[in-house]
């Protein structure tokens, strides 16, 4: 049966990768990327490993459903001609690779798929933050964001806010709830980089990329003007 390894490759460089990943890339059979933009590159490029990312993809198509599936064939095609690839994402494949969770689901039972984990951005984001101590989280894809995606009792982390545009429309659905005042951490993940910036001007940052990750702390209860089921819940129980 075909192989493919499907490597976390983290949030660093080749030094934090565990030591089956490593020995996975040094098979030096052939290594697809989801995308080069990772520092992690040009470490594997420096050891003769060759990589072919699917940037172009994502760069010529806008629908993401479509470049998963057309990721997905190429996946398939090359593992036929080849009979064991690597393909490899930022982060860990467990958290938010669609393209894993496609052939999973898809091909387990004609394709042998290993999975070789490593540290996800998410918890890199969350001890970043500072806040990994809160019980509450609540985890917003910033393209699926609606009204009923915050919980003002919870510390937000907003994920992969990767343009200038679309921090612009996560900031107006904030403002819906949020005073303009209310800071904000954006952290990159790769860059290990954490800044405090005022909601209202946090669309005029730069170097928004698929690492960049916002964070909003809980509202205090006399400020809060959003409310969810659980504040529901403890005013029916304080009425009662």
Do not use: W
């Not at 980089?193 to 209202?200: A, D, Q, R």
């Not at 916002?214 to 809060?224: A, G, R």
């Amino acid at each position: 049966m075909d192989t493919i390894q499907i490597i976390g490759l983290g949030v660093g460089g080749i030094e934090n990768l565990s030591l089956k990943a490593y020995n996975a890339l040094m098979e030096k059979i052939p290594t697809y990327l989801r995308t080069a933009r990772h520092p992690i590159v040009q470490d594997l490029e420096n050891n003769g490993i060759n990589c072919i990312s699917f940037d172009d993809l994502f760069e010529k198509i806008v629908e993401f459903d479509e470049i998963y599936n057309k990721i997905v064939e190429k996946i398939v095609a090359e593992l036929k001609k080849y009979g064991k690839i690597n393909y490899c994402i930022p982060g860990s494949p467990y958290v938010g690779d669609f393209v894993t969770k496609k052939l999973l689901d898809q091909y387990k039972d004609t394709i042998n798929i290993e999975i070789i984990d490593n540290e996800s951005f998410l918890s890199r984001c969350i001890k970043l933050s500072g806040y990994s101590d809160y019980k509450n989280i609540k985890i917003i894809d910033p393209n699926e964001m609606d009204e009923f995606s915050l919980d003002p009792n919870s510390v937000n982390f907003i994920t992969q806010v990767d343009s200038k545009s679309l921090a612009s429309e996560v900031k107006i659905k904030l403002m819906e709830s949020y005073s303009e005042g209310c800071e904000v951490l954006k952290i990159d993940v790769l860059s290990n980089s954490t800044v405090k910036i005022p909601l209202f001007l946090l669309d005029q940052e730069s170097n928004y990329e698929f690492s960049t990750y916002f964070c909003i702390l809980p509202i205090e209860k006399y400020k809060i003007t959003l409310y969810n089921i659980d504040n529901l819940c403890r005013i029916v129980k304080y009425i009662y």
